[in-house]
Structures are given as structure tokens and as C-alpha cells.
């Protein structure tokens, strides 16, 4: 079930690719042309603020999955978690090297986005580093960060302009493939092991977070990062992505897809 619902993921997201305009081609650029200032300096301001989002998007993660090692006890689910531990620490340390290549140590690349913090899009990322739970959490956390992971990575940054970034996104997805069949799996039997009305309930809190992982459509950001070829697709094609994907699979578990609002930030309708 979980493969051929990430088939289906797969060629909703080949199909998208190149919708919209861009104004350079992926792998067009590396760090020495960035350093150089052979770029626009715009595009290297830019390029900052989405590797320092996506830096803390993976930090997040691993922070996520070593609190789940001190709240699950199942043994089966804490050799996943300290795979995926591993994995997300590595997601890391890969993406703050592509900063350092540019000159920005990680404390200067956090510091940076404070802000963007409080923003609903980081709300299921320190869910589930600061405040998730046992075994339900961390399967909806999964659904909500690997699942939203794979899509961000495989549909924008595998595509990107910055080839030491579509690089580094090329190897990570390797492992998010991984983490989104996990999702996936688990969640097809959580019916069975938490009871339904539990399960909707979980869904009902981690849903809307999750769907706000992508950021509000049609940011200023946003469209200077797809006119630079950092991004392919707006964050809305992307969450409408991860909502028809996550509703075939709630339904194929026999669980109910909680309805939201029509607009970022999501909340339930
Ligand atoms: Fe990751
Ligand atoms: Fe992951």
C-alpha cells in the first residue's frame, strides 16, 4: 500500500515540474560562483534564508526523533527511530555545510530565522522536538515532517539552481523515501493499535500543522526563490500535493480526513 501510494506521489510531482517559469537552470550555479558575486547578490541573500530554513527543518527533525527515543518503548519502533535519528543528524550536518561554504556558521543561520520560528509553517517541527508523545505522536510527527520532507525535497530543492544544494537533496532523499514508507506503514495500522476514535482525534491535531510545513502561498519569498530556480513549485500545489496524498491514505486505513480551512494557516474548517 505504501509504495503505491508514493508511486502516486512520485508522478504527481514529475508532472509538476517545470510549470512554472524560472530564470536559471538547475545545477547552473556552485559555491564559487556564489562567493564570487558572478550571481546577483539578491540570489545569494536568498539562497541563505532557504538553506537556514532548511537546515532547521532537519534539525528539528532529528531533535524530534531523539525525544521519541526517550518516550517510545516498542522495541521494533526504536531501531526506526534510531535510524532515522542518524539519518536526520546527517540531513543536518549536510545542509549547515552548504552554509559554511557560503560563510554562515549554523548559530548565525539560526539566529536568522527566530522569527520564522513562530511562523505556523514550524509549528509540527517543534511539535515534535519540544512536545510529542509515545508511539501515536511520533507516526503522526512522521506523517507530518518525512512525508512533507519528501515533497519539499524531491518537488523544489532536487531541482535546484544551487547544484551543491540539488546535491545534497539528491542524497537526502534517499533516506525521506525511507521515512515516508515508515510513515505510511504505521499509519495503515494505527486503527488497530490506538482504536480509530483515537487516531482521528491525532489526525484532527497534527493535519493542519502539518499542511502549514510548506509556508503561506505566494510569499514574496517564495516567488523570488522559483524565479532563481531555488524552488520549482509555490507552497500551495505543494500542500494540495500532500493533502490528496495523505487522504487516500487515511481512508485506505479506514480513518477520516479531517477537513481545514481553504487557506494558510490551516486550521480545522
Ligand atoms: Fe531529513
Ligand atoms: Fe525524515
Redesign the pocket.
Known amino acids: 500500500m505504501a509504495s503505491r501510494f508514493t508511486d502516486e506521489m512520485k508522478r504527481c510531482i514529475d508532472a509538476q515540474e517545470g510549470e512554472l517559469s524560472r530564470q536559471y537552470a538547475p545545477l547552473a550555479f556552485d559555491a564559487a560562483d556564489v562567493k564570487s558575486g558572478r550571481v546577483e547578490t539578491n540570489y545569494k541573500v536568498v539562497l541563505i534564508r532557504l538553506l537556514a530554513a532548511h537546515a532547521l527543518?532537519?534539525k528539528l527533525?532529528?531533535a524530534g526523533y531523539a525525544r521519541a527515543l526517550e518516550t517510545v518503548a516498542d522495541s521494533q519502533l526504536r531501531r526506526t527511530i534510531k535510524k532515522n535519528l542518524a539519518?536526520?543528524r546527517e540531513?543536518?550536518r549536510l545542509v549547515y555545510r552548504l552554509l559554511k561554504e557560503l560563510g554562515i556558521e549554523e548559530a548565525e543561520a539560526d539566529r536568522s530565522m527566530t522569527l520564522a520560528l513562530r511562523a505556523p509553517s514550524f509549528d509540527a517541527p517543534c511539535y515534535f522536538a519540544e512536545r510529542a508523545e509515545g508511539e501515536l505522536d511520533l507516526i503522526l510527527a512522521s506523517m507530518s515532517?518525512?512525508t512533507t520532507?519528501y515533497i519539499m525535497?524531491s518537488s523544489n530543492y532536487r531541482q535546484s539552481s544551487y547544484a551543491p544544494h540539488s546535491y545534497a537533496s539528491k542524497a537526502?532523499l534517499e533516506?525521506?523515501e525511507e521515512?515516508d514508507t515508515f510513515a505510511a506503514t504505521e499509519l495503515m495500522d494505527a486503527a488497530k493499535r490506538f482504536g480509530t476514535d483515537k487516531v482521528n482525534q491525532g489526525l484532527r491535531e497534527w493535519v493542519p500543522r502539518a499542511a502549514n510545513v510548506f509556508g503561506p502561498p505566494d510569499s514574496g519569498f517564495t516567488v523570488d526563490c522559483i524565479r532563481f530556480g531555488l524552488k520549482v513549485q509555490d507552497n500551495r500545489q505543494l500542500s494540495e500535493l500532500y493533502l490528496a496524498t495523505l487522504e487516500q491514505r487515511v481512508r485506505y486505513a479506514g480513518l477520516q480526513m479531517p477537513r481545514l480551512s481553504t487557506s494558510y494557516p490551516y486550521t480545522l474548517a
Do not use: K, P, R
Request: charged share 40%; no cysteine.
Open positions: 527543518q532537519e527533525s532529528a539519518e536526520e540531513h543536518t515532517l518525512d520532507g525535497i537526502i533516506d525521506e521515512h
